[in-house]
T-cell receptor, first 115, second 113 residues
Framework: GESVGLHLPTLSVQEGDNSIINCAYS??????FIWYKQESGKGPQFIID?????DKRQGQRVTVLLNKTVKHLSLQIAATQPGDSAVYFC??????????????FGRGTQLTVWP | DGGITQSPKYLFRKEGQNVTLSCEQN?????MYWYRQDPGQGLRLIYY???????QKGDIAEGYSVSREKKESFPLTVTSAQKNPTAFYLC????????????FGPGTRLTVL
């Protein structure tokens, strides 16, 4: 079926290293993707988004890459810090052309940063 | 500060009781959403509203009800018909239903005793 999924449920990295969190999607009609960060017991916070007419978008210490050929999305965090420890969700909008901009969320990846 | 507030942060309910979760936003957003989050799972859409006095069922609406009498407010009632209500509930808003970026509140953790 169609789904937003993640390759790994957990990821552990050492402080200062770069982190890469992956997300697979199967709906080629999706034209918008967004990454959220969720700290324990809190609501998700927007990190970065990308539209399907782009391959790459950069923010502060974060980069999102979109490979439409293999339907793959990744979030790269440079120089990972302990404060980056959280669950990271990708979400997609599958309803291209619809007035409904609902998002479909993956299960999330737990990122743990070790000192 | 502009944002979304949810109350209470923690809520305990006895079986058979209805409870109402509050969600307020001062972002002047038209669209509002309610999600349920269970451990190790993604967010599942309960209800959404694109404008005052209008709302639609999401993927898991059974046992829940909502109202949208004011633009700023979108309360969620968890009824006794919801068989497994213990979860983390998140409210979100966006500029409009067609605008993808959603802003989330801090969440309410509901526990059924």
């Amino acid at each position: 079926g169609e789904s937003v999924g993640l390759h790994l449920p957990t990821l552990s990295v050492q402080e200062g290293d770069n982190s890469i969190i992956n997300c697979a999607y199967s709906n080629s009609a999706s034209d918008y993707f967004i990454w959220y960060k969720q700290e324990s017991g809190k609501g998700p916070q927007f990190i970065i988004d990308i539209r399907s007419n782009m391959d790459k978008r950069q923010g502060q210490r974060v980069t999102v890459l979109l490979n439409k050929t293999v339907k793959h999305l990744s979030l790269q965090i440079a120089a990972t810090q302990p404060g980056d420890s959280a669950v990271y969700f990708c979400a997609e909008n599958r309803d291209r052309g619809s007035t409904l901009g609902r998002l479909y969320f993956g299960r999330g990846t737990q990122l743990t940063v070790w000192p | 500060d502009g944002g979304i507030t949810q109350s209470p942060k923690y809520l305990f309910r006895k079986e058979g009781q209805n409870v109402t979760l509050s969600c307020e936003q001062n972002l002047n957003h038209d669209a509002m959403y309610w999600y349920r989050q269970d451990p190790g799972q993604g967010l599942r859409l309960i209800y959404y509203s694109q404008i005052v006095n209008d709302f639609q069922k999401g993927d898991i609406a059974e046992g829940y009800s909502v109202s949208r009498e004011k633009k700023e407010s979108f309360p969620l009632t968890v009824t006794s018909a919801q068989k497994n209500p213990t979860a983390f509930y998140l409210c979100a808003s966006s500029i409009s239903l067609a605008w993808n970026e959603q802003f989330f509140g801090p969440g309410t953790r509901l526990t059924v005793l």
